[in-house]
């Protein structure tokens, strides 16, 4: 292979910007996607949570009152 070659392999040419932020967005965007949806998720699961809880209390204020 002459180090030319070898070369061309390494090192293409400098990206477009439309390329640059393609490259982020493929390197990046993962990420934040699944970011987004823990977050969503773990409100998800503390509302259901707070709603189970809430239910459980007004339960127990139901048979206190008795």
Same mark, same amino acid.
């Given at each position: 292979?002459?180090?030319?070659?070898?070369?061309? #392999?390494?090192?293409?040419? %400098?990206?477009?910007?439309?390329? *640059? +932020?393609? +490259? !982020? /967005?493929? %390197?990046?965007?993962?990420? #934040?996607? #699944?970011? =987004? =949806? =823990?977050?969503?998720? *773990? $409100? !998800?699961? @503390? +509302?259901? &949570? &707070?709603? /189970? $809880?809430? !239910?459980? /209390?007004? *339960?127990? %204020?139901? =048979? &206190?009152? @008795?």
């Amino acid at each position: 292979m002459s180090p030319l070659t070898a070369h061309t #392999l390494w090192h293409l040419g %400098a990206l477009h910007p439309a390329e *640059q +932020a393609l +490259a !982020a /967005a493929l %390197a990046f965007g993962p990420f #934040l996607v #699944l970011g =987004v =949806v =823990v977050t969503l998720r *773990q $409100r !998800a699961l @503390r +509302a259901e &949570d &707070d709603a /189970a $809880r809430g !239910a459980a /209390a007004s *339960q127990e %204020a139901s =048979v &206190d009152s @008795r």
